[in-house]
């Protein structure tokens, strides 16, 4: 499967993204990265500006703890996840 991706727009220059990976066997959305990007002006292109990892928790700049984690992120990620679902009577 693949990873659920959701965005927040802060203003024109700045953006938090949060990547969510869906473990099937205890059927939990585990949060596996965060990012901050952040850019000088409109015409620059996006950098992170900070960053957690899961897997690669030594690139990471922030820690679990530090991640913000808006009340409406859970609502919205499980929206994202049941959005990918798709019911089939028999595979193809």
Not at 35 to 40: A, D, G, N, Q, V
Not at 47 to 53: Q, S
Not at 66 to 76: G, S, Y
């Given at each position: 499967?693949?990873?659920i991706?959701?965005?927040?727009?802060?203003?024109?220059?700045?953006y938090?993204?949060?990547?969510?990976?869906?473990?099937?066997?205890?059927?939990?959305?585990?949060?596996?990265?965060?990012?901050?990007?952040?850019?000088?002006?409109?015409?620059?292109?996006?950098?992170?500006?900070?960053?957690?990892?899961?897997?690669?928790?030594?690139?990471?700049?922030?820690?679990?703890?530090d991640?913000?984690?808006?009340?409406?992120?859970?609502?919205?990620?499980?929206?994202?996840?049941?959005?990918?679902?798709?019911?089939?009577?028999?595979?193809?």
């Amino acid at each position: 499967m693949q990873h659920i991706r959701i965005e927040e727009t802060v203003d024109d220059l700045t953006y938090h993204e949060w990547v969510f990976w869906f473990d099937d066997n205890r059927c939990q959305l585990i949060l596996n990265e965060y990012i901050l990007w952040h850019r000088e002006t409109k015409r620059h292109k996006y950098v992170v500006a900070e960053k957690f990892d899961r897997i690669m928790e030594r690139r990471s700049t922030r820690k679990i703890d530090d991640v913000p984690f808006p009340r409406d992120l859970v609502d919205r990620a499980k929206q994202a996840l049941l959005d990918k679902l798709t019911v089939v009577k028999e595979r193809r």
